[in-house]
């Protein structure tokens, strides 16, 4: 920009970076100006960006004002750029984890996973008056006849419908066809009827992010037009995965408006509450995912996450948010909003349930010389990690609000008084 142009950043390489104690590094909290816009509005501000002379103004004031000319644009960095966070990888040798064979179905990958947690946990989860099964619950409980999966099935599209009433309008759904998630369930019936359910996940509800391609539904990105604009043919290679296992797809979750947010707050399918307090949102851009998991509707779920997609929601609804390495995943049907940095997710209500549905979904399509090994690790140790130091950055942490930092101190509190944890400050 010539005299427009601010003073740039200049970045040292990454190996000469000094974060310890007497770090010089300054931490920069900008104050961002960035307008806030959905539906209707989106498209009339990308109309005037698109304009000539006045668009180029508008961007160059947007990103001056939110430090991106200075920081990104602008900036002097020796390093060439990491256009997919993709790495050379050295498979090392683990403790406690079990080595999966090569080429395994992803039924037998889901088998490999249940062989590597306890023998039963505490059945029922119970947080705060809300009940979760976890996935060997349901499983345990098909097998015994306790119930089947098309009673679940009907349980699961009665709690939909009334946390979709207006009194409620929870939010957790942009699609729910009741006829094929019945079809779904009654054929997992069967097969539990003969004695050959195909795996632990067969019959367990599990809620799909509506960026994340899965018949016979449309993938909308939480828009009203790209599921017109855009078909969907097929399932993405996740949920192909998660069928072959025979989970029953419940759905398409609901999610913040192409993903462009955090908060869940959707204005053309509703916003995703959170079940813990319906007057507060269940973060996003996964909002729907954990907002049923959260629930007890789905012991799992799938999201995307790019920056944080997954994990956030996971934090602002209490349950487990696990965002695996570039490239363990296929990407195959997954709408490309972020694809440098984004993949599918999973939310789960446990650690083992998060690991039992990794285990379905992984893609083990590539040549063995391309992807690292499938270690699966043994829960079964009952031990607590003991040794565990935090590293804390004072800038860092106390850029929040006083609630917020007030939960975090005891969180870091209540690991150092169980399990001994140290944290030091820097």
Same mark, same amino acid.
């Given at each position: 920009?010539?005299?427009?142009?601010? *003073?740039?950043?200049?970045?040292?390489?990454?190996?000469?970076?000094?974060?310890?104690?007497?770090?010089?590094?300054?931490?920069?909290?900008?104050?961002?100006?960035?307008?806030?816009?959905?539906?209707?509005?989106?498209?009339?501000?990308?109309?005037?960006?698109?304009?000539?002379?006045?668009?180029?103004?508008?961007?160059?004031?947007?990103?001056?004002?939110?430090?991106?000319?200075?920081?990104?644009?602008?900036?002097?960095?020796?390093?060439?750029?990491?256009?997919?966070?993709?790495? *050379?990888?050295?498979?090392?040798?683990?403790?406690?984890?079990?080595?999966?064979?090569?080429?395994?179905?992803?039924?037998?990958?889901?088998?490999?996973?249940?062989?590597?947690?306890?023998?039963?946990?505490?059945?029922?989860?119970?947080?705060?008056?809300?009940?979760?099964?976890?996935?060997?619950?349901?499983?345990?409980?098909?097998?015994?006849?306790?119930?089947?999966?098309?009673?679940?099935?009907?349980?699961?599209?009665?709690?939909?419908?009334?946390? *979709?009433?207006?009194?409620?309008?929870?939010?957790?759904?942009?699609?729910?066809?009741?006829?094929?998630?019945?079809?779904?369930?009654?054929?997992?019936?069967?097969?539990?009827?003969?004695?050959?359910?195909?795996?632990?996940?067969?019959?367990?509800?599990?809620?799909?992010?509506?960026?994340?391609?899965?018949?016979?539904?449309?993938?909308?990105?939480?828009?009203?037009?790209?599921?017109?604009?855009?078909?969907?043919?097929?399932?993405?290679?996740?949920?192909?995965?998660?069928?072959?296992?025979?989970?029953?797809?419940?759905?398409?979750?609901?999610?913040?408006?192409?993903?462009?947010?955090?908060?869940?707050?959707?204005?053309?399918?509703?916003?995703?509450?959170?079940?813990?307090?319906?007057?507060?949102?269940?973060?996003? *851009?996964?909002?729907?995912?954990?907002?049923?998991?959260?629930?007890?509707?789905?012991?799992?779920?799938?999201?995307?996450?790019?920056?944080?997609?997954?994990?956030?929601?996971?934090?602002?609804?209490?349950?487990?948010?696990?965002?695996?390495?570039?490239?363990?995943?296929?990407?195959?049907?997954?709408?490309?909003?972020?694809?440098?940095?984004?993949m599918a997710g999973i939310l789960?209500?446990?650690?083992?349930?998060?690991?039992?549905?990794?285990?379905?979904?992984?893609?083990?399509?590539?040549?063995?010389y391309f992807r690292p090994e499938?270690?699966?690790?043994?829960?079964?140790?009952?031990?607590?990690?003991?040794?565990?130091?935090?590293?804390?950055?004072?800038?860092?942490?106390?850029?929040?609000?006083?609630?917020?930092?007030?939960?975090?101190?005891?969180?870091?509190?209540?690991?150092?008084?169980?399990?001994?944890?140290?944290?030091?400050?820097?």
């Amino acid at each position: 920009m010539g005299v427009f142009s601010s *003073s740039a950043k200049v970045y040292q390489p990454a190996a000469e970076v000094d974060l310890g104690p007497g770090s010089g590094e300054l931490y920069i909290s900008p104050n961002v100006k960035a307008p806030r816009v959905a539906g209707l509005l989106v498209k009339i501000f990308v109309w005037i960006l698109e304009l000539p002379i006045v668009g180029w103004v508008l961007l160059y004031i947007l990103k001056k004002d939110n430090l991106i000319n200075k920081l990104v644009s602008e900036a002097e960095i020796p390093e060439p750029p990491l256009f997919t966070a993709t790495h *050379s990888w050295e498979d090392t040798p683990e403790q406690n984890v079990s080595l999966t064979k090569p080429n395994l179905s992803p039924a037998e990958r889901v088998q490999e996973a249940v062989g590597c947690l306890p023998e039963r946990l505490e059945s029922t989860l119970v947080a705060d008056g809300l009940k979760r099964w976890t996935i060997r619950d349901f499983s345990r409980a098909y097998s015994s006849g306790e119930t089947t999966p098309a009673q679940v099935a009907k349980r699961f599209l009665a709690a939909v419908k009334e946390s *979709s009433d207006p009194t409620l309008n929870m939010g957790f759904f942009i699609s729910c066809d009741p006829e094929d998630i019945m079809k779904q369930a009654e054929e997992s019936t069967l097969r539990y009827q003969r004695g050959a359910p195909l795996s632990a996940l067969d019959g367990v509800l599990v809620g799909v992010k509506d960026e994340i391609d899965c018949l016979p539904y449309p993938t909308t990105g939480g828009t009203r037009w790209l599921g017109k604009a855009r078909p969907c043919g097929a399932d993405a290679e996740c949920v192909a995965q998660l069928r072959a296992c025979g989970a029953v797809l419940a759905g398409k979750t609901n999610m913040h408006e192409l993903g462009a947010g955090t908060s869940g707050i959707n204005p053309h399918h509703g916003s995703a509450r959170n079940p813990y307090n319906a007057g507060k949102v269940a973060g996003g *851009s996964s909002s729907g995912s954990a907002a049923v998991v959260c629930a007890g509707l789905c012991p799992v779920a799938l999201g995307v996450d790019g920056g944080g997609s997954v994990r956030m929601p996971a934090a602002l609804c209490g349950v487990v948010g696990f965002k695996p390495t570039a490239g363990r995943l296929s990407s195959a049907g997954v709408l490309p909003l972020n694809w440098t940095v984004g993949m599918a997710g999973i939310l789960a209500g446990t650690v083992e349930d998060a690991a039992i549905a990794y285990s379905a979904i992984v893609d083990q399509s590539q040549p063995s010389y391309f992807r690292p090994e499938l270690n699966l690790p043994f829960l079964t140790s009952t031990p607590s990690i003991s040794n565990v130091k935090l590293a804390k950055s004072a800038k860092w942490f106390n850029d929040s609000s006083d609630d917020i930092r007030s939960c975090c101190d005891k969180a870091l509190q209540t690991l150092h008084t169980q399990y001994g944890w140290e944290v030091r400050d820097y």
